[in-house]
């Protein structure tokens, strides 16, 4: 665990308790920092989030425009959730906040979460870093969830909507949506990715509410592959661009929205196809070759993917893109899967089970689910499983075992080991 992460775990509740009271307090404390940053892009959703911030903002830079970004969770390093005007905060600066966000803690008697008391700290460092947009990423829900102080942001994103944190957001996609529509505010656009028909329907009757006007993929927009690249389409443009620098064709989607949310905020087309061939986000179908990992792969001639989706709509996106990779190029398929306790890793299997993937299943640090339960999952579900002692023991008996093809997946909790064990892999 990095030092950061070891200070806030031994100074903050680790709770997760879903509530604005606190947030609102604690910001009121610190001079209403989330009233002070640069025009916000707020984004929700329950799979793509983190690639399509990653998308608005490298299409903002390459525009030329100085972005700050909050994302969760972190891979390897606290400082990931943070970027100043491009760059992550340093180490200095980050626990400079912190002493300030515990002394507004401690002054007033607020007992804020791990992830209030860091949403806080973001906002006073971005507040007080000069740039030109903010890009904010939602931890969980959207109504209660700590980012959701943002009375006024610029434009609003709610990526697909899907089952996932179901001990807090319940198990109806109508009321998980309705959640993240919480993002949506009074005269603020909002940017919608392609929906499943309960979860569009209660993202409309939220706009509505707050007289949010929506552009929603599928209805005013698309996007599509062609040729190699992409084309994106709505009523007044059509965009020819290059395919997005992240893999699966689930990014194709991704980068609709994105592009849709760059347009309304006037992005030139130029800057549209640079962002979209430079965009880089660790741990969502990353391409291992260097690092311990990455170079037992490449001895034995073998491809190394790793991939932090943890429900099963992230299972049928690594799914879609492994079989694409098979049907171009076959080669004997492994996944090295860990999971937390409280995924649906039976959902998850099943979108694998007509990979024919042989399975191995490690553990990791945390609430991660038990390998030996883990491993009976896969098989419930038509896959050969075993399991392992570690990721290194797992990749090594893949290998052994033939494997040309390997990915590790479950939980970006276990991607940020992979990443973090060589300074090479770091996410920067």
């Known amino acids: 665990m990095d030092p950061i992460s070891e200070r806030l775990r031994a100074r903050h509740p680790q709770r997760i308790d879903l509530s604005l009271d606190r947030m609102k307090a604690l910001c009121a404390a610190l001079g209403d920092p989330q009233h002070r940053l640069p025009p916000v892009v707020h984004v929700a959703g329950t ?60 002054e007033t008697g607020i007992e804020a979460t791990v992830f209030e008391s860091t949403t806080a700290a973001a906002f006073l460092a971005m507040a007080e870093t000069p740039a030109d947009l903010a890009i904010v990423e939602v931890g969980l829900g959207g109504v209660l969830d700590a980012t959701n102080v943002i ?43 392609r929906q499943q028909e309960a979860a569009m329907a209660a993202i409309e009757r939220a706009a509505q509410a707050v007289h949010a006007p929506l552009t929603v993929m599928g209805v005013d927009f698309d996007a599509w592959a062609e040729r190699g690249g992409m084309v994106f389409q709505n009523q007044e443009r059509f965009l020819d661009l290059p395919a997005p620098g992240l893999a699966g064709a689930h990014q194709i989607d991704n980068a609709g929205v994105a592009v849709a949310a760059a347009l309304e905020l006037d992005l030139p087309e130029a800057a ?36 932090g989706g943890h429900n099963p709509h992230a299972g049928r996106a690594l799914a879609a893109f492994l079989a694409e990779r098979q049907t171009r190029a ?72 033939g494997a040309g093809r390997v990915a590790i997946c479950g939980s970006l909790y276990l991607a940020g080991e992979v990443l973090g064990a060589s300074r090479e892999t770091w996410p920067e």
């Open 47 to 106: 799979n793509g989030k983190g690639s399509t911030v990653a998308m608005i903002r490298a299409i903002a830079e390459a525009a030329g425009l100085r972005v700050h970004a909050y994302t969760s969770p972190h891979l390897v390093r606290f400082n990931e959730r943070i970027r100043l005007a491009g760059r992550l905060i340093e180490d200095d600066a980050l626990n400079a906040v912190l002493d300030r966000i515990e002394a507004a803690m401690a």
């Open 151 to 193: 009375e006024r942001p610029l434009l609003s994103v709610i990526a697909p909507v899907d089952y996932d944190h179901a001990e807090f957001l319940g198990t109806d996609l109508a009321g998980i949506a309705a959640e993240k529509a919480g993002v949506l505010k009074a005269g603020a656009p909002g940017v919608i990715a």
């Open 272 to 307: 549209i196809a640079q962002g979209l061939k430079a965009v880089r986000w660790p741990a969502r179908l990353q391409r291992i070759s260097a690092g311990p990992y990455g170079e037992a792969a490449k001895a034995a001639d073998a491809e190394l993917w790793l991939d």
């Open 330 to 401: 076959p080669r004997p398929l492994a996944l090295i899967c860990g999971m937390l306790a409280n995924k649906d890793a039976g959902g998850f299997f099943a979108a694998l089970k007509d990979t024919g993937a042989t399975v191995f299943t490690v553990g990791f640090d945390g609430a991660a689910a038990e390998p030996a339960a883990l491993a009976a999952v896969a098989r419930g579900h038509g896959l050969a499983a075993t399991q392992a002692g570690s990721v290194g023991e797992a990749l090594d008996l893949a290998l052994r075992f």
